[in-house]
């Protein structure tokens, strides 16, 4: 008889270990995607933006060549009424 609650207290032993486990690789889960997280903002997001910053800074010094610094850099070079009106 001693040996069956000796049996019972071992299973609960183990299910307490598997549990314990289980939060263990939850918590090392959790701790290496907070660490791909940080990869991703002090890496990628500062090319990603260095890449969109230079596109749009050469495309705006583009058109600041075609049409200059005024009214038409910032609305157009023709306004859409204007083809309209003039047809």
């Not at 001693?2 to 889960?29: G, I, T």
């Not at 903002?41 to 990603?48: F, G, Q, R, S, T």
């Not at 800074?57 to 309209?84: C, H, I, N, Q």
Request: charged share 25%.
């Amino acid at each position: 008889m001693p040996r069956s609650d000796h049996s019972s207290d071992s299973s609960s032993n183990v299910s307490y270990d598997s549990d314990e486990d289980y939060r263990l690789a939850q918590k090392e889960w959790n701790e290496s995607l907070e660490e791909l997280q940080q990869l991703v903002l002090v890496l990628l997001l500062p090319w990603v933006g260095k890449y969109f910053g230079r596109r749009c800074s050469y495309w705006l010094y583009d058109r600041y060549t075609r049409v200059g610094l005024g009214k038409s850099f910032f609305m157009g070079e023709k306004p859409l009424a204007w083809t309209f009106f003039s047809r």
